[in-house]
Every structure is written in structure tokens, then in C-alpha cells.
């Protein structure tokens, strides 16, 4: 647990810069057998031992954080996976990176991850990235975005990291690695600093072994920022707070997941029947409008906003960059043909035909409209519930040489129970419950906007 690291870095049981050597070692031998990691700051995260030792008052003080690539770490490359920003290194931090920083939280490196965040299994990575492997069982994929991230906390004591969901990529990888992934609120947590994926969508969250870790890594990362427009003034909850606290009286709405596998399905009512010992009680609802618009919504929606971010990416400020005797457009299509994956091109063209004019109002505008229905599904359901629960996805971690067979459309229904919480931007949480032939199993918890709290109290009664 991280309070207990951070008490004894306090106390002096524990050297901040010689456990900071331990850890990077550590990562480095994970590393060289899974591939959770693009780049190690090792210069970086002595120096900042260095400095807790000197201190020693923050409330992460000593902490090891790896964080994924597409979030800005000042002086470390940031990539967000792809090969058209290679050798870019950030002249600022991200504002959840600074937020950390200040309560001396050390970086030890960057994660892997699917390019700009584009897959659901981490086997799209950028800049010759072997594709990470699942800490369970070799054989079996991370999960994606935030595979590298999943992957190494899940064999990295004493250690929590940093990552981003778009649609789910904090919350599948976490399911299939068996840890925790929380996915805040849109809005609670800045994006500034962020690479994006889609403006309305990315959020950044915490990828930990325990729910107090993530309570406490929460507390730190959340809040209004004045670089982001986006972030919410609604006052932060002190979410340690939640920590224990009784179920008793939680009203708890079940989804009806047609045709779901039986072991999913008897681990999920394994955890709701926990929480009904408790107190808590449940009833089957249904959301028909995300359950059919959902995925095609996102889809449109993600791809449309992914192809404008990704514009401004030439060959010209910052990233890869030549100078050929060309004309501009001949040298902006040669780089981008060159330096974008096969995925990020194939989101790049939908995206632009999505927006092109006479097709805005028949798929992204139509896409929008949806969004807002699906906002209002959740938001009538919230009325009359605390938390929504389901599986975090549909099935346990596939094999690789399974997934490379998928066509991209089948690859994307993956994200079928994720992405309604992500457009809703409502809380949301994947906790690790049970496993089916050794492969985590996770299990989904949802809550109002802003109700972060109450997947942590759901979480601490899990957990016990």
C-alpha cells in the first residue's frame, strides 16, 4: 500500500533514493520479459529521491509512478505510441503530473500503450514497442490503451500508475491484468498536458493494486485547473473518507447483459451478493438506448474529434521531422504516410469522412444527439440508483494470435460495456473479482457525475 510506503519513507525505515534504485531495477528486468515500458527516467527519479529525502512531507512522498505516453512529463519523451513523435520531449508537465510532483511522487518512466490510444487489446503500438504481454499468463493480451500501465502494477510492489481512458482504456486493461482502474468524472481531473485522443472524452485516472491507493492518488490528481477550460469548479470530495464506510442502504442497478459468459456472470453476482450481505440492494435494469447506439456513437464521435487532434501533427514542430527539397503538402502527406500506424490512419479517414460536409449531419451531428440521449439514460437511472454494475468487458484476456485474426470492427464491439459510461462521462471503475482459468475477471461500477466516493466505499467493501 502507498500510505505505508510513504510512512516509512518518513520515518527513514525506508531510503527514498536507494528504494528508487530497487524499483527502477525492478521495472527494468519486468521490462526486458513483458514490455511495459517506452522510456525509464532514471536521472530524473534519483534526482527527485534525492529531494524526498531531503523533505519527506508530501503525501505521496517516495512513491514510484510510471506514467503512460501520451501525458506530457517535462524533459522525458512523450510519444502517446507513435512513431510520428518520436524524440519529442515535453517542455512542461502535465497538471496531474505537477500535482504529483508536489506531493513528492517519484517518475520512474513512461508505459506502453496502443498509438494515441487507438485499440482495446495494446497490440497497436508505435515505434517498434513490442506488444506488452499480460502479467497472468504470457500468451494473453493486456488490454489496451493502458496496457503498459495495467501490466506493471500488477507485478510492481509499492508502485501505481498514471493512464488515460477515451473509451476504456483504463478500466479493460485493468480487468484483464486484475487490478484496479479508476476512470474519474470528466472534468474532475485536468486534461492539460494530455496528448488527445477526443477532447470530450479523454480522462485521466489511476491504475492501482488497492482501493486506498487509488482514494489517495485521487485526492492529489483531482481539481479545477485555469490551463483547462474543461475542469469543473464542484468542489473535490476527500475520497479517503470513503474508505470503509457501510454499503448499508445502496441502491444497486444490475445490467441485463444478454448471453453472457457463465463464469462472468457468477463472479459479477458473486460481488453484488457481497455487497447485498452488507446491506446494499439490487435490481436488474436495462439501458436499451447505449445498449444498441453505444458503441457506433462512440465510435463516430472519437474517430471524428481523433482525425482534428491529429492534424497539427506534420513533420514540423515537433516529432519526427525532415527537410526534403518539397513542396508542404507533398511533405505533409510523406510524413503523415509514413509515421502514422495502420490503425491511427484507418481512424484518421473515418474521422475526416465523418465530418466531411453532407455526411457532419448524418453521422457526427446524428452521433451527438445519441450522446445526449445515453447522458439521459444514465441520468434517470441515477435517480433511482447509487451504482450501476456489470462486467468491465464481456470475456477474460484473449490470446494474441486471437486477436491479430479480428477484423477492426470486431475489435472495436470489445469496448460494448465501456463505452457508455465513457460518453455519459460519469465515474466509473473496473475492481478485480474472481477469475476464470486463471485470467482476471473484472467487475464494473458506476455512479453519478461526481460521485467518485461511492465506487471508492463499493470498492473498500470488495476489497475486504
Same mark, same amino acid.
Given at each position: 500500500m502507498i500510505s505505508q510506503l510513504v510512512s516509512n519513507v518518513k520515518k527513514e525505515i525506508i531510503d527514498p533514493v536507494e528504494n528508487t534504485y530497487k524499483i527502477i531495477e525492478k521495472a527494468k528486468k519486468i521490462n526486458k520479459e513483458y514490455n511495459y515500458i517506452t522510456t525509464f527516467s532514471e536521472e530524473k527519479a534519483i534526482e527527485q529521491a534525492k529531494q524526498v529525502k531531503k523533505n519527506k512531507k508530501g503525501l505521496l512522498a517516495g512513491l514510484p509512478i510510471t506514467v503512460k505516453d501520451c501525458i506530457c512529463v517535462k524533459g522525458i519523451e512523450t510519444s502517446a505510441g507513435s512513431k510520428i513523435l518520436k524524440g519529442y520531449k515535453p517542455v512542461f508537465n502535465a497538471t496531474a503530473i505537477n500535482n504529483l510532483e508536489k506531493q513528492e511522487a517519484i517518475i520512474i518512466g513512461k508505459t506502453v500503450q496502443d498509438e494515441f490510444g487507438f485499440g482495446s487489446f495494446n497490440i497497436n503500438t508505435g515505434l517498434g514497442y513490442n506488444i506488452p504481454k499480460n502479467p497472468v499468463n504470457k500468451e494473453h493480451v493486456t488490454g489496451g490503451s493502458s496496457g503498459g500501465s495495467a501490466g506493471i502494477t500488477k507485478l510492481l510492489d509499492n508502485h501505481a500508475s498514471i493512464a488515460e481512458s477515451t473509451g476504456g482504456s483504463i478500466e479493460t486493461p485493468a480487468s484483464f491484468c486484475g487490478v484496479i482502474g479508476f476512470c474519474p468524472t470528466y472534468s474532475r481531473v485536468s486534461r492539460y498536458g494530455l496528448i488527445s485522443y477526443a477532447n470530450s472524452l479523454d480522462k485521466i485516472g489511476?491504475?492501482? *493494486? #488497492? @482501493?486506498?491507493?487509488?482514494?489517495? +492518488?485521487?485526492?492529489?490528481?483531482?481539481?479545477?485547473?485555469? &490551463?483547462?477550460?474543461?475542469?469543473? &469548479? /464542484?468542489?473535490? #470530495? &476527500?475520497?479517503?473518507?470513503?474508505?470503509?464506510?457501510?454499503?448499508?442502504? !445502496? %441502491? @444497486?442497478?444490475?445490467?441485463?447483459?444478454?448471453? +453472457?459468459?457463465?463464469?462472468?456472470?457468477?463472479?459479477?453476482?458473486?460481488?453484488?451478493?457481497? +455487497?447485498?450481505? *452488507?446491506?446494499?440492494?439490487?435490481?436488474?435494469?436495462? !439501458?436499451?438506448i447505449t445498449e444498441k447506439y453505444g458503441v457506433p456513437a462512440y465510435y463516430i464521435i472519437a474517430m471524428s474529434e481523433a482525425s482534428t487532434n491529429l492534424a497539427c501533427l506534420s513533420g514540423m514542430r515537433y516529432g519526427v521531422q525532415e527537410n526534403p527539397a518539397m513542396h508542404f503538402d507533398e511533405y505533409f502527406s510523406m510524413i503523415r504516410s509514413s509515421n502514422f500506424g495502420k490503425e491511427a490512419k484507418r481512424r484518421i479517414i473515418l474521422g475526416t469522412f465523418a465530418r466531411m460536409a453532407g455526411y457532419r449531419e448524418a453521422y457526427y451531428l446524428k452521433a451527438t444527439k445519441i450522446r445526449t440521449l445515453i447522458i439521459q439514460e444514465y441520468k434517470k437511472l441515477f435517480k433511482k440508483y447509487d451504482i450501476i454494475v456489470s462486467p468491465t468487458v464481456p470475456f477474460v484476456a484473449p490470446k494474441l494470435k486471437d486477436v491479430e485474426k479480428l477484423s477492426p470492427v470486431k475489435q472495436y464491439l470489445a469496448d460494448? !460495456?465501456?463505452?457508455?459510461? &465513457? !460518453?455519459?462521462?460519469?465515474?466509473?471503475? #473496473?475492481?478485480?473479482? %474472481? /477469475?476464470?482459468?486463471? +485470467?482476471? @475477471?473484472?467487475?464494473?461500477?458506476? #455512479?453519478?457525475?461526481?460521485?467518485?466516493?461511492?465506487?471508492?466505499t463499493v470498492g473498500s467493501e470488495l476489497e475486504k
Amino acid at each position: 500500500m502507498i500510505s505505508q510506503l510513504v510512512s516509512n519513507v518518513k520515518k527513514e525505515i525506508i531510503d527514498p533514493v536507494e528504494n528508487t534504485y530497487k524499483i527502477i531495477e525492478k521495472a527494468k528486468k519486468i521490462n526486458k520479459e513483458y514490455n511495459y515500458i517506452t522510456t525509464f527516467s532514471e536521472e530524473k527519479a534519483i534526482e527527485q529521491a534525492k529531494q524526498v529525502k531531503k523533505n519527506k512531507k508530501g503525501l505521496l512522498a517516495g512513491l514510484p509512478i510510471t506514467v503512460k505516453d501520451c501525458i506530457c512529463v517535462k524533459g522525458i519523451e512523450t510519444s502517446a505510441g507513435s512513431k510520428i513523435l518520436k524524440g519529442y520531449k515535453p517542455v512542461f508537465n502535465a497538471t496531474a503530473i505537477n500535482n504529483l510532483e508536489k506531493q513528492e511522487a517519484i517518475i520512474i518512466g513512461k508505459t506502453v500503450q496502443d498509438e494515441f490510444g487507438f485499440g482495446s487489446f495494446n497490440i497497436n503500438t508505435g515505434l517498434g514497442y513490442n506488444i506488452p504481454k499480460n502479467p497472468v499468463n504470457k500468451e494473453h493480451v493486456t488490454g489496451g490503451s493502458s496496457g503498459g500501465s495495467a501490466g506493471i502494477t500488477k507485478l510492481l510492489d509499492n508502485h501505481a500508475s498514471i493512464a488515460e481512458s477515451t473509451g476504456g482504456s483504463i478500466e479493460t486493461p485493468a480487468s484483464f491484468c486484475g487490478v484496479i482502474g479508476f476512470c474519474p468524472t470528466y472534468s474532475r481531473v485536468s486534461r492539460y498536458g494530455l496528448i488527445s485522443y477526443a477532447n470530450s472524452l479523454d480522462k485521466i485516472g489511476p491504475i492501482t *493494486k #488497492s @482501493i486506498s491507493d487509488t482514494a489517495l +492518488l485521487m485526492n492529489v490528481i483531482s481539481g479545477h485547473d485555469e &490551463n483547462d477550460c474543461t475542469t469543473s &469548479n /464542484e468542489k473535490v #470530495s &476527500n475520497y479517503t473518507k470513503a474508505l470503509g464506510k457501510s454499503v448499508k442502504g !445502496l %441502491r @444497486i442497478g444490475v445490467m441485463k447483459i444478454p448471453e +453472457l459468459d457463465k463464469d462472468i456472470d457468477k463472479a459479477q453476482w458473486s460481488a453484488i451478493k457481497e +455487497l447485498e450481505e *452488507k446491506g446494499a440492494s439490487y435490481e436488474k435494469i436495462e !439501458l436499451p438506448i447505449t445498449e444498441k447506439y453505444g458503441v457506433p456513437a462512440y465510435y463516430i464521435i472519437a474517430m471524428s474529434e481523433a482525425s482534428t487532434n491529429l492534424a497539427c501533427l506534420s513533420g514540423m514542430r515537433y516529432g519526427v521531422q525532415e527537410n526534403p527539397a518539397m513542396h508542404f503538402d507533398e511533405y505533409f502527406s510523406m510524413i503523415r504516410s509514413s509515421n502514422f500506424g495502420k490503425e491511427a490512419k484507418r481512424r484518421i479517414i473515418l474521422g475526416t469522412f465523418a465530418r466531411m460536409a453532407g455526411y457532419r449531419e448524418a453521422y457526427y451531428l446524428k452521433a451527438t444527439k445519441i450522446r445526449t440521449l445515453i447522458i439521459q439514460e444514465y441520468k434517470k437511472l441515477f435517480k433511482k440508483y447509487d451504482i450501476i454494475v456489470s462486467p468491465t468487458v464481456p470475456f477474460v484476456a484473449p490470446k494474441l494470435k486471437d486477436v491479430e485474426k479480428l477484423s477492426p470492427v470486431k475489435q472495436y464491439l470489445a469496448d460494448t !460495456l465501456t463505452v457508455g459510461p &465513457n !460518453l455519459a462521462g460519469i465515474p466509473h471503475m #473496473s475492481f478485480p473479482f %474472481r /477469475e476464470k482459468k486463471g +485470467l482476471p @475477471i473484472g467487475i464494473q461500477f458506476m #455512479s453519478d457525475h461526481f460521485k467518485e466516493e461511492k465506487l471508492i466505499t463499493v470498492g473498500s467493501e470488495l476489497e475486504k
